[in-house]
């Protein structure tokens, strides 16, 4: 029935879900032939009217093939537990940084926090109420400089639930013996660094002003060695849009497979003109897949699989700052930074407490809610995108700024078609 391409193994489905989103919207005709894409299906298809038809009312498809690489493979399963966990917390540890990034958000080093471990055990307590428990370490500090602090919290999860997954993203500023803790003790890495040393020296120095890129480029090299599951995240600013497939090639030489790149937003001396980030992303995504990579960008090209919410947020995430509060955002890292919007707990000294109107709010913001998305292309994919991206460029977590919008939208749609010349 139809031709199909670019399939993803589509993920477990709820049968509301289904029901929202089963959809196909036209994207191209051509000669008599018209080609759909669906969002829940993350595939494009060549469909007559009578097969568009019969596709929708018997809701399958025939003819899925497993052609995924063992990379993305990984990713999916990093994925698919963090949709079917129950139990998740994040955890930042710290804010101190051994990095000095020129583009940061999240003012390291600035307060001198560190998370106490007993609020750690607390709030393992308090999120481990199944026999499942994901934690991601993250902040706004480099998370490894509480090496020993990450230990302690993983040894008491590791007693409170029989299957416990370790997330954690690093600067990858470590040494040989943190590499190896790495290893052993983490199941999925994601590794921020922004390119060829010209690009990561001068937009990711070290604390003191020295050179990143060679430490970072042998924790690279060492975790491909190791078939670590593991992906990089680019920061893109003025200085590097332009160099977008080059910055792809690099990471491919360094036998990387799954690369994102997200631009810098509303900083006037680095921040990107989107119109140029979706010009040369769309020519690196291109030849990515030419090359047997997943090249992504969380913020500007969304996933092609059907979704409710743009990021966990509308499921209020469990974050947890070094200062004992508890933040719906990776972005809100303390109490000092941050949209303070998105606290909506705190830890006040033996029990967890929490602003139960905040949490409601919160939970509102689905896609179905944000009406500038009724109608938009990517309304099951972005579904509404970042909040906190829509709080600081339009002031309201439910609008959504309107240049960023066009430009996912029209990146999106230009390569839908680039699939459909190329592949039908």
């Avoid at 900083?267 to 995504?285: I, S, T």
């Avoid at 029990?351 to 905040?358: E, R, S």
């Avoid at 689905?366 to 509404?384: H, I, K, M």
């Avoid at 339009?394 to 459909?420: A, M, S, W």
């Amino acid at each position: 029935m139809g031709r199909l391409i670019k399939v993803y193994k589509p993920p477990p489905l709820n049968s509301t879900f289904i029901d929202q989103v089963f959809d196909f919207k036209k994207i191209f005709e051509k000669k008599g032939k018209s080609y759909y894409f669906s969002p829940i299906r993350g595939a494009l298809y060549e469909l007559t009217p009578l097969e568009k038809k019969k596709l929708k009312k018997e809701r399958k498809v025939e003819g899925i093939v497993d052609v995924t690489p063992w990379f993305l493979k990984k990713w999916i399963e990093y994925k698919n537990f963090s949709q079917i966990s129950s139990s998740k917390l994040h955890i930042f540890p710290t804010t101190q940084c051994n990095a000095s990034c020129i583009y940061c958000y999240a003012r390291p080093n600035e307060y001198n926090y560190k998370l106490d471990v007993e609020i750690a055990k607390k709030a393992v307590d308090l999120v481990a109420t199944t026999n499942s428990l994901e934690i991601c370490f993250h902040g706004g500090g480099e998370p490894l400089i509480e090496k020993e602090l990450i230990s302690e919290i993983i040894e008491y999860a590791k007693k409170k639930c029989n299957n416990v997954k370790i997330i954690l993203q690093s600067n990858g500023i470590m040494n040989k013996a943190t590499r190896r803790w790495v290893l052993k003790n983490t199941d999925y890495l994601i590794i921020s660094c922004d390119g060829p040393p010209e690009i990561q020296n001068k937009q990711r120095p070290l604390k003191n002003g020295s050179e990143s890129s060679p430490i970072v480029e042998k924790t690279i090299r060492f975790f491909v060695k190791h078939n670590m599951a593991f992906h990089v995240m680019c920061t893109i600013t003025a200085y590097s849009v332009l160099r977008m497939d080059e910055i792809v090639n690099y990471f491919r030489k360094l036998g990387v497979k799954i690369i994102g790149m997200n631009p810098v937003i509303k900083k006037k001396e680095y921040g990107v003109d989107l119109d140029l980030f979706a010009k040369y992303f769309l020519k690196a995504r291109i030849w990515a897949d030419s090359h047997g990579l997943l090249l992504l960008s969380p913020q500007m090209f969304p996933s092609t699989q059907g979704k409710p919410q743009g990021c966990g947020f509308s499921n209020i995430m469990f974050c947890l700052t070094p200062d004992g509060f508890v933040s719906n955002c990776y972005e809100t890292v303390s109490s000092k930074v941050g949209h303070r919007e998105f606290i909506y707990g705190r830890f006040n000294g033996s029990a967890f407490k929490f602003d139960q109107k905040k949490i409601a709010w919160m939970k509102k913001r689905r896609v179905e809610n944000l009406s500038y998305c009724r109608n938009c292309l990517l309304r099951w994919t972005c579904a509404g995108g970042c909040a906190a991206h829509s709080l600081r460029l339009t002031g309201d977590i439910f609008k959504q700024p309107k240049k960023k919008c066009e430009v996912k939208q029209r990146l999106f749609y230009n390569y839908l078609i680039h699939l459909i010349k190329n592949h039908f």
